[in-house]
């Protein structure tokens, strides 16, 4: 184990591992960053944190001679914990772009989950395994949930069975983990999978204190609903960054001052919603599209300390684009991006670059490949990338009014109009542009995006509930995971929104903030009307 109290971490600067490392800190462990392939051979506990794609991880192996350093390392049977891609790259070959030769240490083919049969791609979200045999650190972990995220993944078979500890259930019964003396690695996420991963990590840290010997009582289960909390972030008038909240995407209060409403401090407020149980926390920078991010350093610290003590995924967004600076410094919306991924971000959230992508799109019909969206899911994956959708409201009377798709409206509009679409807005909701929120959400699913954030702003801050016409039509065109956002007010709008449309998650912000709802009671009712969730 990690006696000296200090863990070895194979980082091969692929991608963002931060979290990683502020869990193995968390718990009280140093970390050695792996240089050479001796560092390997040396470790007494290492962590691969495996990030990126299979084929560029196993080249940087291959390159650095640390491919035949690992399999040394893992055939003498050190302490090993792989995570992710760290689980993939053990197997024999991948199907990612490939095939791909991997370690080969376990039998087997790591391949892409088919999304034609009604599953989401990329598996996002929180899933309870079947613990199939011991794993010393799954024990006791039961019911409970632990954190996805992946597109791939490798199947059990009779050939790979004296490895396979754990299989979870999403559309295949795929290997959640897998163990063998002092080897482990894990498909989910440990360290984004609240206390239950950090309890993970520390039996791995701490393999003697684990005394308990029978299997956990794991069963599959289906894919749980998320719940997110969202923290609208700005500086306010006085400079202090501030979590504020708009009705309507207004965020300024009706008084003679007109100040920017104040609903807290960030930092605070995530690591109160982690606590409180939130699935995630997503943080939006909504002056973003005005001023530059990276010259918003106290946005990138927030991060930096949130990531600290949250161990649930971290979204951020705003003013990702690509931006030159007063000096005449060109930054690229992929240097943004990684910025905030470097920060401690597991996803990063486009909204208005998305909408010209979209249209740019549809327009030539050409993937330039030169698109925020494009560039930053090519490096760091699509999972990585969230599009953001802010869109309004528009009646009318007929179907064929306008180009853009329509729905029937369940409450017909001011002037009885049965049907609306919904106009795409840019620039916090300022700009409304010639394209409907279904054609930029079946956009950018091609050009990327592995997730949708779907706002209205006609909803937001009202307390009303979702817009289930606006979510049902969204949700059902795309096969990526749609969020819906705007207008939760009480428990019942979350059922509503989870029974009515195929969101995977619902966000909320307003009634959290001000305290009027818990986190907690919104999974109890959850819980209580037969949603999976995870508690
Ligand atoms: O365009 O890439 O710079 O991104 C800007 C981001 O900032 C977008 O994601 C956009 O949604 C967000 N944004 C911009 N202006 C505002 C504003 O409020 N003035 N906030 C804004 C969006 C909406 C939701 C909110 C839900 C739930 N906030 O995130 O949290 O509506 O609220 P509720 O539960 O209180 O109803 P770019």
């Known amino acids: 184990g990690a006696t000296d109290n200090v863990v070895t971490l194979l980082d091969y600067g692929a991608g963002n591992v931060r979290s990683v490392r502020n869990a193995i800190r968390f718990l009280g462990f140093d970390i050695k960053d792996v240089q050479t392939p001796e560092d390997i051979l040396n470790a007494n506990c290492l962590i691969f944190p495996g990030v990126g794609a299979f084929a560029a991880a196993m080249d940087v192996l291959n390159k650095k001679g640390m491919a035949e350093a690992l399999c040394t390392y893992i055939e003498n049977d050190r302490p090993f914990l792989g995570i992710c891609l760290g689980l993939q790259l053990l197997f024999e070959s991948s199907e990612e772009n490939g095939p791909v030769r991997g370690l080969g240490l376990i039998p087997g083919v790591v391949g892409r989950f088919d999304s034609t049969n009604g599953f989401r ?56 983990s897998v163990r063998r003396g002092n080897v482990h690695a894990v498909q989910f996420h440990p360290e984004k999978s609240g206390d239950v991963g950090l309890s993970i990590l520390r039996r791995f840290l701490y393999p003697k204190s684990s005394t308990t010997k029978k299997p956990g009582e794991g069963r599959a289960s289906k894919l749980a609903k ?138 030539t019909g050409v993937k330039t490949g030169k698109t925020s969206l494009e560039q930053i899911s090519r490096v760091y994956g699509n999972q990585a990338v969230v599009v953001s959708i802010d869109p309004r409201r528009v009646y009318i009377n007929a179907p064929d009014d306008v180009e853009f798709k ?89 059922s509503e ?35 999976e969730v995870r508690m």
């Open 406 to 494: 329509a729905v029937r409206v369940t409450n017909p509009g001011p002037n009885g109009e049965e049907y609306a679409w919904y106009q795409c807005t840019v620039n916090g909701g300022r700009e409304g542009r010639p394209i409907g929120a279904y054609e930029l959400a079946k956009a950018v699913e091609e050009l990327g995006a592995g997730e949708i954030l779907l706002n209205c702003i006609d909803c937001d801050g009202q307390g009303k509930g979702f817009d289930i016409d606006l979510i049902k039509l969204i949700s059902d065109a795309v096969s990526i995971p749609v969020i819906a956002s705007s207008g939760a007010g009480v428990v019942e709008h979350f």
């Open 121 to 176: 791609v990329p598996h996002i979200g929180w899933n309870a395994l079947h613990t199939v045999k011991d794993s010393e650190i799954l024990d006791d972990i039961g019911k409970r949930h632990v954190y996805f995220v992946h597109s791939y993944r490798a199947m059990p078979s009779n050939d790979n069975k004296e490895w396979v500890s754990s299989t979870c259930n999403y559309g295949d019964n795929f290997i959640a």
């Open 497 to 531: 929104v989870f029974k009515k449309t195929n969101a995977s998650a619902a966000l909320a912000a307003g009634i959290f903030h001000r305290k009027e709802v818990p986190i907690q009671s919104v999974k109890e009712h959850l819980l209580e009307t037969g949603i």
């Open 226 to 363: 998320r719940v997110i909390a969202c923290l609208d972030v700005r500086t306010n008038d006085k400079g202090d960054l501030v979590v504020t909240k708009g009705d309507q995407y207004d965020v300024r209060e009706n008084t003679g001052e007109n100040e920017v409403r104040n609903l807290g401090k960030p930092v605070e407020l995530a690591g109160q919603y982690y606590i409180d149980g939130a699935d995630e926390v997503s943080f939006l920078n909504i002056t973003g599209f005005r001023d530059f991010p990276l010259g918003d350093l106290p946005m990138l610290e927030v991060l930096r300390y949130t990531s600290e003590n949250v161990f649930v995924p971290l979204t951020v967004g705003g003013g990702i684009r690509d931006f030159t600076d007063a000096n005449g410094r060109y930054y690229s919306s992929l240097e943004v991006a990684s910025e905030y991924f470097r920060s401690g971000a597991d996803k990063i959230s486009i909204g208005s670059d998305a909408v010209y992508a979209a249209e740019e799109y549809i327009r």
